[in-house]
């Protein structure tokens, strides 16, 4: 049997595929142009702007730095976002629905807006150090997406799981570990996997934290491509294409991407 | 180990809500107690107090010596069935099982012997190393009935355990239940909105309302005579008559039914409890006749039962519903009489109406 398609679904979809892998594949072609300006498509054939990028120690360093980050930022969000998505699940009835949107806020208000009042309040207000600050905004920008996506999870767990573990002797603080944890952990490695993404790339609120010394990849992109217009920032971006692949793969292969889409 | 469970004058509220009034109840060693009544009647609420998920605002909740009032849940050593099976997704059949025992120390080894014991008890030593998604509804609840019982608690809690299964499996999970209860001697409560399913298995039945105990007494009292209108409807006594004692002779009380035909009580098994009263009956105790000793009546519509037809009555004590055999089908609208079997009856006192 043959299934009867539109021809125009085939073209809306063959519009959206190309919009989604075309900067990519502009990119790509970019940094491998032996020019000294960036240009699609590529003129020649060189891997000499990838050499100069691991040449570049500012890259090296502030690359150090976003992993850091992510690392860190992501995990410290987890360590509020987990607690906070357990409580508004367990406690649907009870707590006001209103908290569940303060936990978005982040993402709602203008990434510009939260990165200037950050600046404001930790980095000139408290003189918090730069890397302590960055910090803090870096959990902030991804408080959403653990709460949301470990809450989608939490929303869907039957919590009488958790009493029959309490009524066979486990005391709650022990269940939440032993029962509840690896029930959502697909809910967690989700979150984590677009949290790190998010703190990654973030250039809004980390303009506005780096200080003196302390910089981060996308910001040091930035700068040098005011400066120089060459294709070493496009071998940087594939570079860190590179890095978000091999995370997805890592986690492919260690627990199965299926865990997603669950 | 069989201990008794005492709840004793406990009231509990959600918030500012009252849902459970001063209530007391015994359920003694080896019994089987079912809390039967309807959805916010306050069943579920009384079993998660003795849980230990809800703490009561006043009264002692004791099992055996213990206090169990302000003990936290994981300390109190009860076994609980729920309605979702609540099985543990990332364990096998043999680790939901063994849970229980590793929470108490018990070794790896004894751990094992003891679990893979109880699932062959439970018919499912085939399926040990499975996990719970792979299971049938049936299959999950077994397992839950294994992992509860396998920690050998002094008592057995159901939380409707049998509500998500469908109507064949249900009766055989039940005699089972029943079966492994009573071989272990284990003290028992049930929480059930099942009539049926209460009543088949209980040594003893509370019908709730309200956060009360309306009736406690064995299946086969609260069926045939029912001690409040509450329960006397919840039963099935769907046809309450207003009646007037009006003499009194040696063996029978003789009271007079709307529409002024009489009817004779026998004192030896009916207690008048005032001059006022209401008859209660079910369909089947009241008897369809052209004429005779009973409540005149035009007869409405007529539905058939399989066993028997019934009609909708109009009375002059309002709408009754009787049973007319299958071999004389009435019209509808013809009139005739209803003729209460005092038998199938059972009075109350006038106010309850």
Request: net charge neutral; proline share 6%; glycine share 8%.
């Amino acid at each position: 049997m043959q299934r009867k398609t539109h021809p125009l679904l085939i073209a809306f979809a063959a519009l959206t595929f190309f919009f989604l892998v075309g900067p990519l594949i502009i990119i790509i072609g970019a940094s491998v142009s032996d020019t000294s300006f960036l240009t699609f498509p590529p003129r020649g054939l060189t891997l000499h702007w990838y050499q100069n990028a691991f040449e570049i120690s500012a890259f090296k360093r502030t690359f150090v730095t976003s992993l850091m980050l992510a690392v860190g930022g992501t995990a410290l969000s987890m360590c509020i976002g987990i607690p906070a998505a357990y409580a508004m699940a367990r406690y649907r009835v009870e707590l006001p629905r209103f908290l569940g949107n303060i936990f978005v806020l982040p993402i709602l208000i203008p990434e510009i807006v939260l990165g200037f009042s950050l600046m404001k309040s930790l980095a000139t207000g408290i003189n918090l150090p730069i890397m302590l600050s960055l910090l803090i905004g870096h959990a902030l920008i991804v408080l959403p997406y653990c709460v949301r996506v470990v809450g989608a999870s939490l929303n869907s767990f039957d919590f009488s799981i958790e009493e029959a573990a309490v009524s066979l002797g486990c005391p709650r603080w022990k269940a939440f570990f032993t029962v509840l944890l690896p029930n959502v952990r697909a809910g967690i490695i989700a979150g984590f996997i677009l949290a790190f993404i998010t703190s990654l790339n973030d250039v809004s609120v980390s303009i506005f934290l780096t200080g003196p010394g302390v910089s981060t990849l996308p910001i040091q992109l930035l700068a040098h491509m005011e400066q120089f217009f060459d294709p070493t920032i496009a071998s940087v971006s594939v570079l860190l294409m590179g890095v978000t692949v091999a995370v997805m793969a890592i986690v492919e292969r260690t627990l199965g991407l299926t865990f997603l889409t669950k | 180990m069989t201990v008794s469970l005492s709840i004793e004058n406990v009231t509990a509220h959600y918030g500012t809500t009252k849902v459970l009034e001063d209530l007391s109840l015994h359920i003694a060693e080896g019994e089987l107690v079912s809390l039967l009544g309807s959805s916010g009647c306050g069943k579920t609420t009384t079993l998660r107090l003795v849980a230990g998920f809800l703490e009561p605002t006043a009264g002692k909740i004791r099992l055996g010596e213990r206090d169990l009032t302000r003990l936290p849940a994981h300390n109190r050593d009860i076994g609980l069935v729920f309605q979702t099976y609540a099985l543990f997704p990332h364990l096998t059949v043999r680790d939901n099982v063994a849970f229980g025992l590793k929470q108490r120390g018990v070794s790896a080894g004894e751990r094992k012997r003891r679990a893979d014991d109880m699932i062959d008890r439970v018919g499912l030593n085939a399926l040990a190393d499975r996990y719970p998604a792979n299971l049938s509804g049936g299959q999950r609840q077994r397992v839950a009935l294994a992992r509860a019982l396998v920690i050998e608690p002094p008592l057995l809690m159901f939380d409707e355990p049998l509500s998500n299964l469908d109507a064949k499996l249900r009766v055989d999970m039940r005699v089972e239940i029943r079966r492994l209860q009573q071989a272990n001697g284990t003290t028992a409560l049930y929480v059930t909105h099942d009539q049926e399913e209460a009543f088949s298995i209980s040594d003893r039945v509370a019908i709730m309302n309200a956060g009360r105990i309306m009736q406690l007494d064995a299946p086969e009292v609260l069926y045939s005579r029912p001690a409040n209108a509450f329960v006397a409807d919840f039963v099935g006594f769907e046809n309450m008559i207003p009646m007037k004692a009006i003499a009194e002779s040696g063996d029978a009380v003789r009271a007079e039914m709307p529409g002024g035909a009489t009817l004779n009580l026998p004192k030896d098994t009916f207690t008048v409890p005032s001059q006022n009263f209401i008859l209660a009956t079910r369909p089947e105790g009241l008897l369809v006749a052209p004429s005779g000793d009973g409540i005149p009546t035009s007869l409405g519509l007529r539905t058939y039962l399989g066993r028997a037809y019934q009609y909708q009555c109009d009375t002059a004590a309002g709408e009754l519903k009787a049973n007319g055999p299958l071999a004389h089908p009435y019209e509808s609208g013809s009139n005739a009489v209803l003729i209460p079997q005092p038998e199938q009856c059972c009075l109350l006192p006038a106010e309850a109406a």
